[in-house]
């Protein structure tokens, strides 16, 4: 099939940016969305031009690097993807592609279609971790956890850190990457120590960093390429009113303890 | 070159404790003095990352990703090892042990084997402490099924994102240290060159891949941890950027490069369907737990909907030939079969190159939801790539590059030959031998990082004193003017092929003559080709833009060019080691049966090749292997 694609092109953080147009001629049904820019970058650079620049990685829908709009939807039109993982017999012959880097203020675009989603890592060091270190650590099945407990984490767990919850919210928050994280560790034991100070301090760098509050609008749980659902926000909540005011923060920014 | 594996004397089974209990240690107050470069995040180079931080070192760690959590080791799925025997089905360190060497066909260290079996059982403590869901029964105890190679189940597994929530265990306590100041993170950051200076690693040179910008890094030792080579055959399951430019750098600055033709193809993963094709996806090899493998038994039947072909005209070829491990057979061993079947015109799909992967009898017996619950994630990816259901019919599955046992030559401190530089995980050639088993890369990569190089890595600084060095000394400028003038020759050519269109060439020489089954002829035309491929790059490549910005061609074509060289080196090595074993698989050496024939006499070695210059031949030096306690054997999986 042949397509018109509209992509976003931006030289770096400082530059401005425009759609511009690309034909993308005989693309196979059975191609990835990102096997088709694949082909149409090695025609521009055998026309001497600037290949479109996107992040991608694993391609097979677990690394959490690729990140797109496509035609206003994060990962594109098919529920539970990733880009790498759509496919092109999801499009039809002749259909205008419109694709976009993450739309968010906390992350600046770098170039073309690449962001900087370094704000995930951020709020993750504020707290997204069990403190324990290497060695000495109990046998493994000396704590049992319920099935279903373990079940729960998983599915918590199971976020790629992506960025799409935070793109496809009109207020830019990323509640659903933030609870993902605090559900999976406070719903086990081993991260049931800490889990008050974890849910204060993973918001407090999440509103840091210029992500918006969630307006409870559900827009994350229908990008989320891992349908990590929204009840997990309102696990987030619980766990955020349970720790109090945040003046229950015992410990300063860099100290190394943080048992709470 | 002699190469001293310093495996520590006595009984096999006292070695790890013996070192530990007579290895040197760096007070606590002089650690934060040292200095330690890890280069990727994995599991092995994650996990050490963390753990060093933790220990008081000072660590710079970094990562071509964005972020440390994308390392590729987050796309493993079926699980990891462990000797628990939790199952009471006869485990034991020996016997995950023993099944290694084995699997490995007796072409791994004895010791560094020992080793990994021992430390397996406080991996999966460790990972459980960090918060890593591993799948639970009822009861609230770690639940483990079984994986190829093996007949006791001792794989643990988080459904099929095993890999995933390991990384992300290292990770979070990277993270951890990375807000404690203890690790000084780089990502978007490549790997340039390794810096050398009076026979020690001392530090790298690195480009910075948002601005181009290439400085330098010193530090007291330099660890490798970036993982293997597959995609030296362009198609692989591997990610698009994993790459042997750190290990093959850090091979021409004199490190020995290890049993490089030691590569291992998966038997399932999803078949090629066009020259588009980017890379190929792998269906978890627990799959094998309860599907069964089969093709027409006539090529006649070739054609037809898998589901109208009777029971009587199926070929449930694995089992057949392989009654005590039937579908779990060993890799090497299913994937060798899965040509053979489609080289017979029995292959399935469109060329012919599949063969099927069936459920309808485990859904039949288990019921579907069971099924759903065990490998859900793994038929919705195979329907979102294929267009068709697994759960319907049989699914289609073909070898495919996964995994690649040769690396770096290491000692038993995880050292190269350059003292100052450690190498883990895939990046090493030392645990897996000529093939590895299921769910023992994720093993070796957290041994290496949690429980092995916090010990031989301290035993080193004991020895040496921590010295900051400058990197203004001329060493590290030398290396950075190198590498500057590399990049603008590329830059400069303006040629008419991509590095992508060399690259798939590449593989297509690679697959071709280096892959399941390798001759002499077919070895020395791999050569022949490589070299002809790698003048067609220098001369007619074009990569466009600068190296002022952000520029993922230019990466692409620095990462190609390594490959090209180092194709060659792979083909070398296959080509003088004449016998089959594992993964490496000569045609002219096979029994009467079509099994690998091994050559203990002349072959029970590794082979590490050593650097000579850019126009001579390396050199191939040899370290025997002996053996103690797994005395070699025909392996035998009937």
């Known amino acids: ?62 690394c959490g690097s690729c990140s797109m709009m496509i035609n206003g939807m994060a990962h594109g039109p098919e529920r539970a993807t990733t880009a790498c993982q759509l496919h092109m017999r999801k499009f039809h012959d002749g259909e205008h592609i419109h694709i976009e880097p993450w739309r968010a203020k906390a992350f600046p675009v770098l170039r073309d279609l690449i962001v900087d989603r370094s704000a ?12 324990v270190n290497t060695g000495g650590t109990p046998d493994g099945n000396a704590i049992p956890v319920p099935k279903e407990n373990a079940d729960t984490a998983m599915d918590a767990a199971t976020c790629i850190g992506c960025g799409a919850c935070a793109a496809a919210c009109k207020n830019a928050s990323a509640m659903l990457f933030v609870a993902a994280k605090v559900t999976h560790l406070s719903v086990l034991p081993q991260g049931s120590a800490e889990r008050r100070e974890r849910a204060l301090r993973m918001i407090q760098q999440h509103d840091a960093e210029g992500f918006g509050h969630c307006t409870n609008q559900y827009e994350c749980e229908a990008a989320c390429p891992k349908e990590i659902g929204v009840k997990f926000i309102a696990k987030l909540n619980r766990e955020y009113i349970r720790a109090g005011a945040s003046s229950l923060v015992r410990r300063e920014s860099g100290a190394g303890d943080n048992a709470g | ?143 483990n099924r079984s994986f190829g190679g093996a007949q006791v189940s001792r794989t643990f597994y988080c459904r099929g994102q095993t890999g995933q929530q390991l990384l992300l265990g290292a990770y979070q306590a990277l993270s951890r240290q990375i ?20 026979g020690r690693a001392r530090g790298i040179v690195v480009r910075d891949m948002t601005t181009g910008k290439i400085e330098s890094y010193s530090a007291d030792a330099v660890l490798l941890a970036t993982g293997g080579y597959c995609n030296t055959y362009f198609l692989s399951t591997n990610a ?140 919705d990816m195979y329907e979102r790539i294929t267009g068709e259901s697994g759960y319907k019919q049989p699914m289609r599955i073909y070898p495919a590059l996964h995994y690649t046992m040769g690396g770096l030559w290491v000692d038993y401190n995880l050292m190269s030959n350059l003292p100052g530089l450690f190498v883990l995980g895939e990046a090493n050639f030392s645990d897996h031998g000529a093939n590895r088993l299921g769910a023992s890369a994720l093993m070796q990569g957290l041994a290496d990082g949690y429980f092995i190089i916090p010990y031989t890595l301290s035993n080193y600084f004991a020895g040496v004193k921590p010295e900051k060095l400058s990197t203004d000394h001329a060493e590290f400028k030398r290396c950075e003017e190198e590498q500057k003038q590399k990049i603008q020759k590329m830059l400069s050519i303006k040629g008419k092929k991509t590095a992508i269109d060399i690259h798939r060439e590449l593989g297509h020489i690679m697959w071709d003559n280096v892959g399941m089954a390798r001759t002499k002829e077919s070895l020395n035309r791999a050569i022949d080709k490589i070299r002809n491929l790698r003048e067609e790059f220098w001369s007619s490549v074009n990569v466009p833009g600068t190296n002022d910005d952000l520029n993922q061609a230019l990466e692409r074509a620095g990462r190609v060019a390594d490959f090209l060289e180092f194709g060659e080196l792979l083909a070398k090595d296959a080509l003088t080691r004449e016998e089959s074993c594992g993964g490496h698989f000569r ?52």
């Open chain 2, 240 to 379: 698009a950027g994993c790459n042997v430019s750190a290990t093959y750098r850090a091979y021409k600055r004199g490190a020995t490069f290890a049993n490089p033709c030691y590569t291992q193809i998966h038997p399932t993963c999803i078949p090629v369907s066009g020259e588009h094709q980017s890379k190929l996806t792998l269906m978890s090899e627990s799959l094998r737990n309860d599907g069964r493998v089969w093709v027409p038994k006539n090529a006649s039947d070739i054609g037809k909907h898998p589901n109208s072909i009777s029971e009587s005209d199926r070929d449930y070829y694995l089992e057949r030939i392989y009654p005590s491990y039937g579908n779990l057979a060993p890799r090497d061993i299913a994937s060798r079969q899965s040509k053979k079947a489609c080289d017979d015109g029995r292959g399935v799909g469109p060329g012919g190159r599949g063969v099927y992967l069936d459920f309808a009898a485990a859904i039949k017996r288990d019921g579907l939801s069971k099924i759903q619950e065990k490998y859900g994630n793994l038929f």
């Open chain 2, 587 to 638: 045609e002219e050496y096979q029994d009467s049966e079509g099994e690998a024939k091994r050559d203990d006499e002349h072959f029970c070695h590794v082979a590490a090749w050593e650097y000579a210059g850019p126009d001579k031949e390396p050199v191939r030096n040899v370290e025997p292997l002996n053996w103690e306690v797994a005395h070699p054997s025909k392996r035998s999986y009937k």
């Open chain 2, 1 to 143: 070159m002699q190469l001293e594996s310093h495996i520590p004397s006595g009984p096999l089974a006292g070695k790890w404790t013996k070192y530990k209990a007579d290895q040197k240690l760096v007070n606590p107050a002089n650690k934060r003095k040292y200095s330690v470069i890890v280069v990727g995040t994995g599991l092995a180079g994650g996990a050490a990352a963390a753990t060093l931080a933790e220990l008081g070192y000072n660590v710079d760690s970094f990562c071509y990703q964005d972020s440390p959590r994308r390392a590729h080791s987050i796309a493993a799925q079926g699980g990891i090892n462990a000797a628990k025997n939790y199952q009471n089905d006869g485990d034991s360190i020996y016997r995950l042990f023993y099944d290694t060497i084995k699997g490995g066909d007796y072409r791994a260290r004895e010791a560094n084997v020992h080793r990994l079996a021992e430390v397996s059982v406080n991996i999966i403590d460790q990972c459980v402490a960090q918060g890593v869901p591993f799948a639970r029964e009822y009861g609230g105890l770690l639940a």
């Open chain 1, 1 to 62: 099939m042949n397509l018109t694609l509209h992509v976003w092109r931006q030289k770096d953080a400082k530059s401005s940016g425009k759609l511009e147009t690309y034909p993308a001629r005989n693309i196979s049904g059975d191609m990835s969305f990102l096997e088709m820019l694949d082909v149409v970058n090695e025609d521009l650079i055998k026309q001497n031009k600037d290949p479109i620049h996107f992040d991608h990685d694993c391609r097979e829908g677990i």
């Open chain 2, 179 to 198: 807000y404690n100041g203890k690790v000084k993170m780089h990502p978007r950051t490549e790997f340039l060159d390794l810096v050398v200076i009076d």
């Open chain 1, 120 to 131: 995930f890592d951020r709020i993750i060091q504020a707290g997204g971790y069990v403190s």
